[in-house]
């Protein structure tokens, strides 16, 4: 599929992908798209940077190669190894057949055959359904060295393999670079990108993605739900909500065959909506119901 051709269109692509985004989010994405820029998304956890670039790339019906930071991440595991365990059996076989030509040996060991292609060489091959959704996962978990090799891969959009020499990309892939802002990126590599904070959505908003993502939950607790939480951000927590865990506890909530919330049940899921133990402690007694009960009160119509 063709990128789409405005603004409007970016946000109806997205949104038969289940994914509801305003008109700012769109705009940056139709300019990366149009420009061929990398798109550098920053913001709290499940606040639906990852899903984005899922979206896209079921949209436009490309391939989604994910790489996932982590500390310590190095070019290597990012963009290429080498199958030693294969290459071991091959150098046997052939001291084992006897009279191997070592030169022709070398160059068949450091081919394509035994080359283990990682998420940034995989981005630069060719596809026939154009080019790829390289998705760059959490960037703000890596060190400094590899944010300083990802500038240069990003700038020209190739690689190089010494055994083998230069990969350039024949399209540049669609890059999305996510950052949960842990630590901040260096300016230099937002600059090689176009940039967008994705903050938590208001309510209307919220009560959108929700629809989108769990229909099936009815809209008087669909309402409860969104409203309850869009509460509990305004709370001193170590880790607040994102979108990710209202879907979560409304799926939760649905399977239980909850109609209404209550403090009960808002006691006995907790888990779907906070990770750690301090934040669940917060909400203990009476403090579910307090939130609970201004929650409600913005329900209530003027």
């Known amino acids: 599929m063709k990128h789409p051709n405005s603004i409007d269109a970016v946000q109806q692509v ?36 990852t899903e984005i670039a899922k979206a896209i790339a079921a949209g436009l019906g490309r391939r989604l190669i994910r790489l996932q930071c982590y500390e310590g991440l190095d070019a290597s595991s990012a963009v290429y190894e080498w199958n030693f365990p294969a290459q071991m059996v091959a150098i046997r076989t052939a001291e084992a057949a006897g009279g191997a030509d070592r030169g022709a040996l070398q160059t068949e060991l450091f081919s394509d055959e035994y080359l283990v292609e990682r998420p940034l060489l995989q981005a630069m091959r060719p596809d026939e359904q154009g080019a790829p959704v390289l998705l760059i996962d959490e960037l703000d978990r890596t060190d400094e060295p590899f944010e300083a090799f990802l500038l240069e891969a990003l700038s020209d959009f190739q690689v190089t393999i010494p055994e083998l020499g230069t990969v350039k990309a024949p399209e540049p892939p669609i890059v999305i670079v996510t950052s949960n802002r842990t630590r901040e990126v260096h300016d230099a590599l937002k600059r090689r990108c176009l940039y967008h904070w994705v903050d938590y959505p208001d309510f209307e908003h919220e009560i959108e993605i929700l629809h989108a993502r769990a229909p099936e939950v009815a809209d008087a607790l669909s309402r409860e739900v969104v409203a309850f939480v869009q509460r509990l951000r305004t709370e001193d927590l170590f880790k607040k909500p994102g979108v990710a865990e209202t879907i979560d506890w409304a ?52």
């Open 251 to 302: 799926k939760c909530l649905l399977a239980l065959d909850v109609m209404n919330l209550s403090p009960e049940v808002i006691g006995d899921t907790l888990g779907a909506i906070l990770k750690y133990q301090d934040d669940i402690q917060k909400l203990q007694g009476s403090e579910a119901k307090r939130i609970l009960d201004e929650a409600k009160a913005t329900l209530e119509p003027a």
């Open 14 to 49: 997205l949104k038969e992908q289940g994914y509801v985004c305003g008109r700012a989010l769109a705009t940056v994405v139709f300019l990366s798209l149009k420009l061929g820029r990398p798109l550098f998304l920053e913001g709290e956890a499940g606040v639906g940077k």
